[in-house]
């Protein structure tokens, strides 16, 4: 039997977290829709370092935009072996927003 709208709204209400669920009509690996505000809300509640982990682990379940042969990754890779070569070489973010004028 396929379980309404309704239900399925309540189930969630009471169990947001459908790993913590068991079973039920729905059956145990049901999982219902989330808005992206939803998603963006929760991800803002981790650490900084939590969110880093995520960001990069989106970033890399993207499709390559670049390649290899691209001269923006040989320039990001030339910029990486300088800073870990010479980290004095590189800057914070606030002192790039102040060169900005932010």
Not at 12 to 20: A, F, L, T
Not at 26 to 46: C, D, F, H, T, W
Not at 70 to 79: H, I, L, S
Request: charged share 30%.
């Amino acid at each position: 039997m396929v379980a309404s709208f309704q239900t399925v709204i309540q189930k969630y209400k009471r169990h947001p977290h459908p790993e913590k669920r068991s079973g039920g009509s729905l059956g145990s690996g049901y999982n219902p829709p989330v808005k992206l505000e939803e998603i963006q809300q929760r991800a803002m509640e981790l650490t900084d370092s939590d969110r880093a982990t995520l960001a990069a682990e989106l970033l890399t379940s993207l499709p390559s935009i670049l390649v290899d042969e691209d001269e923006g990754v040989a320039e990001a890779r030339r910029r990486s072996r300088e800073l870990k070569e010479d980290p004095s070489t590189g800057c914070s973010w606030d002192e790039i927003k102040r060169t900005l004028g932010r």
